[in-house]
Structures are given as C-alpha cells and as structure tokens.
Nanobody, 121 residues
Framework: QVQVVESGGGSVQAGDSLRLSCAAS????????MGWFRQAAGKEREFVAA???????YYGDVMKGRITISRDNSKNTAYLQMNTLEPEDSAVYYC???????????????WGRGTQVTVSS
C-alpha cells in the first residue's frame, strides 16, 4: 500500500504559474511511477503527465508545452510545474502512483485525494 498526498493547489489568475507536489510513502513508494490526472466539474478525467523512477516523462495533450513534471527520488516526491495557466485548467488535480502501464491506462491503484486548482480570467 502506498499513501499519496498532493499539495500546492490554489486560486490564481490567468497567466500565472503553480507548482503541485505529490508525496508518496509506504512500501514500494520509491520504485513506482508517479503521475497526475485532472478532472473538471462535469467532465471526464484527463491524463496530465507522469514520471518514472528513472526520470522518463510522459505528457498528455491537455497542457502540453505549459507543464513540466519532475521527481525527487530522495523524497519520493513528484512535482508538476504549470505555467501560463488558463481558466480551462481549473480542475481537481489528482496524483496517482503505480506501475507505469497501470498508471497510463488510468487504472493506477494508489490515488491521492486531489488538490483544487482554480484559474480566474
């Protein structure tokens, strides 16, 4: 079992930046892929980005070019740097931790509770 806790969300203006953090703890926390999904009200969940333990990154289409995912293995923490935020980026952002194939398929087993990001125009 891996525990996942997100932080860093908040309310910002369009054009601003935010950095989300995801801390994983527990058994196997250091050997899994960490990633982010988001879900806006009334919409389906979308894949944002993921990073493997070796630093290989995957990006979805939703925020491509405006985000960077990274991780600090010494802290079992992943970061999502989001730039030039738009109102359409408003959503709950969830961190998920699991083997890469499960994570990318959206069937990851270890999810955080989410952190709200609200972008005003």
């Amino acid at each position: 079992q891996v525990q996942v806790v997100e932080s860093g969300g908040g309310s910002v203006q369009a054009g601003d930046s935010l950095r989300l953090s995801c801390a994983a703890s527990g058994r196997s926390a250091s050997i899994v892929t960490m990633g982010w999904f988001r879900q806006a009200a009334g919409k389906e969940r979308e894949f944002v980005a993921a990073v493997t333990v070796t630093g290989y990154t995957y990006y979805g289409d939703v925020m491509k070019g405006r985000i960077t995912i990274s991780r600090d293995n010494s802290k079992n923490t992943a970061y999502l740097q989001m730039n030039t935020l738009e109102p359409e980026d408003s959503a709950v952002y969830y961190c998920v931790v699991d083997q890469v194939d499960k994570l990318l398929a959206g069937t990851g087993r270890n999810w955080g509770r989410g952190t709200q990001v609200t972008v005003s125009s």
